[in-house]
């Protein structure tokens, strides 16, 4: 990793694509609203990415931080997070050229953050947010989601690691390390993705002499998309909308990396009617 930080391809530049345009769309068209917007970023990063040989360009892009700095109508607020200290300084670099913008740059996990963002929020009754949540792996925490999806008002945008978690959730279910269930309990909020995810067929079941089954061997199916229908499932119980589509990002060998999904905490039918509209013709244009 280099301090321009390298850590994607193409759909780096995808995923920032697609921030840039919701994040012009979002600002614009709540400009002349009675309530202040947020930009909440808990993964900032340096600000700037250097994207890696799967792009045609090599010059840096600008990372989330830089895009939401450069909307065309600003936000009412920034909310930064970046505890790698060479990350942050750059980042505070970036910060600085904007010096008319109103920004906080915390240094802790993003759990934390978020936390505290949204115990802002919660004070600040009527206010709007949108949360970008891109981590590299599966440092989020469920219980985040679930706060953010208790106050009104928020959208939140969340790359989800699904090859992390396919890493950390062997066929054979017996392979799953003690560390691996910890953090996926956590990033699931519960262990109920054990048995959602591992299914005993009955090609695995273990039988005696006789054919009586001594043990069911747990096998998880190949494919993401038990995993993708947790996740779609999990998100609906705790936002009002969920984007039926999460958008998918592979590799070059055609592998499923993440899953960047869309959710919004606001029950009003045009608000949700209209984010649908425009993702979908964002999505076009990516
Ligand atoms: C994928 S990068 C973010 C990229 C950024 N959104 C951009 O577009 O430029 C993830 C960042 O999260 C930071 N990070 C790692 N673990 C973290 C944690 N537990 N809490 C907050 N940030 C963390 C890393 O230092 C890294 O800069």
New binding site residues.
């Given amino acids: 990793m280099t301090d321009n930080?390298q850590?994607?391809g193409a759909w780096?530049a995808k995923?920032?694509d697609i921030?840039k345009r919701y994040l012009n769309f979002y600002s614009t068209a709540l400009k002349n609203q009675n309530f202040n917007l947020h930009y909440v970023?808990?993964?900032?990063?340096?600000?700037?990415?250097d994207a890696d040989g799967e792009l045609i360009t090599s010059e840096p892009i600008e990372?989330?931080?830089?895009?939401s700095l450069g909307v065309a109508n600003p936000f009412f607020k920034y909310h930064f997070?970046?505890?790698?200290a060479g990350?942050r300084a750059r980042l505070e670099a970036i910060v600085s050229q904007h010096p008319e913008r109103n920004v906080s740059i915390s240094a802790?996990?993003?759990?934390t953050?978020i936390q505290s963002v949204c115990h802002e929020l919660r004070h600040r009754r009527g206010d709007r947010a949108v949360f970008?949540i891109?981590?590299?792996g599966c440092?989020l925490d469920w219980a985040s989601l679930k706060l953010i999806g208790s106050i009104p008002g928020n959208d939140v945008w969340v790359?989800f690691p699904v090859s992390a978690v396919m890493r950390q959730t062997p066929r054979d279910h017996s392979k799953i390390q003690d560390g691996w269930r910890k953090r996926l309990n956590k990033l699931f909020g519960g262990n109920e993705w054990e048995q959602t995810i591992y299914q005993a067929s009955q090609a695995t079941q273990v039988t005696d002499l006789f054919g009586a089954p001594i043990e069911e061997k747990l096998t998880r199916e190949s494919g993401t998309k038990a995993l993708d229908n947790f996740v779609t499932s999990k998100l609906d119980e705790i936002f009002q909308y969920v984007h039926p589509q999460p958008v998918p990002f592979y590799n070059a060998n055609n592998s499923l990396l993440f899953n960047l999904y869309f959710a919004m905490s606001n029950d009003s039918p045009k608000a949700t009617g209209l984010a649908q509209r425009v993702i979908n013709h964002i999505l076009k244009l990516s």
């Fill in positions: 930080q850590f994607g780096t995923k920032l921030l970023d808990p993964f900032s990063g340096t600000g700037t990415v990372g989330s931080a830089a895009i997070n970046e505890p790698h990350r802790v996990d993003a759990n953050m970008f891109d981590p590299f440092q790359w």
